[in-house]
C-alpha cells in the first residue's frame, strides 16, 4: 500500500563554513534547552505569582503586585530598560454568589455557579424563575420569546470533544457565553447561566467575560460547572417546572490606572528593531491564574534570563511584554499598540504565550508564506525535544494588534488536550504546571528567539 | 541562511481507486478517534482500578481483583474468547517503614522513604549508622571499602534534566537503585538508601524493584523523597557524622498463582495470526498505579471496545495482554512468550502500552526498516491529532520478548515530560491521568491496529 510515499530530503550545505554554523547554532540551541531544563527560577517564580499573589483581575491590588514582582524579576533576569504602560481598566469585582435548584419532584439542592466577569449583580433578594434549557444561541433563537420570556435561560452547549482542537471546541461553544446573555434578554429573559466550557466533568466553574448589548436590558449571567449542568439537564427531563434561584452582587466600579509591564535587553546592532514575547498579566479572581496565564508571563521573563546567563547578546532589542486586561476588555494590547504606532519602533517578532504551560507542539505563524519558509528550516533544531509543528495559524489577541505594523505574529503553541480542564477556574492553580514542561516551553521560544534574532527574517 | 532546506513530496497516488480507499481510510481513523474522544468508559474503568482496586503488586489480594476486573471489561468491550495464563510469581510483601536522621548539629527528623521491591528487613531493631553520599554506582567504587565499611550508602545521583528523553535519565540514574545495594554490600555497606528517581522536588518516594547479587550478604535498601535526599546531602555537608535510622518489615514469603489475562477478537480472514495490545496490570502498591500502569493496561481493552462499537471486523485476531509482574520479574512476558512458542501462533505484531497515559506522540518501532517505511506512511492520518514521531526504536519489557519470533514490535510514545513525577510512587493516582490526553492514547492505538490489520506488514 503506498497512500503516502514521503521523500524528505535534507538539502544541508555541505560546505564547511556552512556546516560549521550549523554545529554552532545547533550547540546553541542545546545550551539554550539545557540551561531552561536545569534551573528552578521560572519555576519558583510561577509559584510566588500563583500561589503568594493568586488570582489578578486587571483592576485589583493583587494585579498591582503583580506588577511590581514581574518588574522585578525582569530586573533579576538582566533587563537593561524596564517602563510601565499606564492604562484605565474596567473595574468589576466579585461579590456573593450562591445558587440552588428548586424542584418539586427532586427537592432542593445547591449548585455551584461563578458570576461572570461584567456581569450585573441580581440585587440581594436574587432572581429565581423556571428554567429553559438551550443547545446554544442558534436554539434559544428558534424557541422565541414565548418560550423565554421571564425564564432563566441554561445554555448547555457542550464543549465538542470529537473536534481535534480544544481551541476549537473552546471557540464554538464560547459563543453562549459572550454573547448569550444579552441573545437571551432580547426575548425578555430575567437571567442565564452557562455550562463551564471545560471537556471535564467536575465541579469547578468556568467563568469568563460576558459582553452585554447596549440595545437590551443587562441580566445577571453566571457559569455553572458541568457536573451540576448534568445533574440539571436530567431533572429538566422530569420536572420541566423546576426553578433556578441565584444571587450575585459582582459590579462595576468607576475605571481605575493599571499597567502594561515591559522589560527589555537592548539589542548591539538593531537597537530600534524589536523582538517581543508576552503573556498576559491578568488572570481571573477564581483560580490562581498559573496555566492562564502566568506560566505564559513566566515563560517570557526567562527568555531574558536564559540569554542574560548565557551571555548571549542579541542583535535586536529583545522584551518580555506583560500585557494588562487580556480577559476583560483587552486594554493592554491597546495601549502596546498605541505604543509602537506613536513611537514608530520597528518590531520584526511579536511571540504570544497564551495557550498554557503543557509540553511544546510547535509554533502558528502569522507571515507571509516565504517567512513561514524560513522558520521552518530551523525545525530539525527543534525535533529532538518533541517540537515539530511549525504553520500558518494565529498568534493571539495580545500580539495580534500588531499585524498592522507588518510584524511577524507568533503564537506559542503547547499541547492543548487537557487546557481547559484548568482554564478560568479554581482548578488553574501552580500544581497544575508541570516544571519540566513549563521549561521546555521556555527554551523553545528562546530558541526561536535566538535563531531569529541571529539571522533576521529576511 | 539554508541550513536545512526540506522538500516534502506527497507522491500522493492519483488514480481513483488510491484516492478513494486513502479518503475511506482516513474516515475511519476519524471515526475511531471521535469514539475514543466521546466515550467515558475506559477512563471510568480506569477510576475503579485506580481508586477502588488501587496499588497492586502481582501476589497480592489486589491484582487478583484487577485480574476478574479486566477480564469482564474485556468481556464488556466485545471480547469473544477471554484467558488467563498461571504462573508462579514471588511474593513480596511491603511492612513497616521509617526513617529519621541524627545529627548533633542538626536535631533529629523523621525522613520519607519507601521500601525497595525484594528488599530484605531491617530485623525489628532497624539499623543505624553513619552515611555516606554517593554520586551513583562509580563513585561508590572509587571510594572502595575503607570509605564503605559500615556505612549507610546514601546513593544520591539525580535523574539529569538537560536530557531531552526522560527515559534515557531515569535508565541512567536506575542502576543505583537496581544494582547499588548489592554493589555498596560487596565493600562492607550495612543498608543503601536510593534518591528517589524523578526529576520533582517533593516528598513522594519513588520505590521500585532492587536486585540482590546472590555472592554478597543481602542489605536492607530504601529510596527516599527528593526533597528529604536534598535536605540529607546539605546536612552532610556541616556535619559527615549524621546517622540514619530506618526500620523496615518488607519480606519475602512462598511464590503464588498469579495470572496475565488475556481477551481476544477472532479474526475473520486470519484467525491463526495474531496483533497484540498490553500494558501490565500489576503496579507498586505505594500508589494507585494509574500511569504505571493501569492506563496501558486500560487503553488496550479500549481498542477492542472501539473496534467493537464501531463494527470494525478485525482480519487477523486482536488481544488485548494484560500482563503480570513486569514491575518485579517480568513472569507474565515469559509466560506469553512460552506459549508463543509451544503454541506455534504467529504473531504478526506486538504493541506495548507502558509509558503513561499523556497525549500520544508516536511510535517506537524495532523492525526490518521496509516494515518501519510502510508504518510510516500512515503517518498523515496522525499528524491533525499531534501524533508524529514514527520511528526506530525500542518497544517494551513485556512484548520485547517475543523478539525471537520475528513479530514487529512497537512501543507506544505518549509525551513523557511528566511521567516520572508519578512513576512508582503514592502520587500515581487517577487524578493525574487527564481524560481527553487517555483517550488519545487509545485512539491511537486503535488506529494503527485499525490500520495494519487492514494492510498487513508486507
Redesign the interface.
Known sequence: ?????????????TSHP?KA??NE?LKSVEMI??EA??DNTAYESLRYLSKEIGGRLPNSPEVREAVKFTAELMRSAGADTIFYQEMMVRNWIRGEETASLISRVHGTREVIISDLGMAVPTGTEGIQAKVIEVNGIEELEMLGEEAIRDRIVFFNQPMD??L?S?FTAYGRAAAQRVQGPSAAAKYGAVGAVIRSLT??TDEYPHTGVTRYDEEVPKIPAVCICTAHADLLSEWLKSDPDIELFFRTSGRLLPDVESYNVIGEIRGTEYPDEYIIIGGHLDAWDTGEGAHDDGVGCIQSIEVLRIFTELGIKPKHSIRAVMFMDEEVSGTGSVTYAEHVRSSGEKHLLAIECDRGGT?P?GFYIDAPDETIA?I?????FFL???I??FTRGGSGADVGRLKEFNTVLIGYLP?T??YF?YHHSPNDTFEKV????M??GSAANAALIYLIDK?GLE
Open positions: 500500500m503506498k497512500f503516502f510515499a514521503i521523500i524528505l530530503l535534507f538539502c544541508v550545505g556552512v554554523q550549523e547554532d534547552f539545557d531544563l536545569s470533544p470529537a481535534k480544544t471537556l471535564a509540553s507542539v524560513r521552518v528550516q530551523w525545525k530539525p529532538p525535544y518533541g515539530h509543528l499541547d488536550n487537557r480542564d508541570n516544571k519540566r514542561e521549561q521546555m539571522y
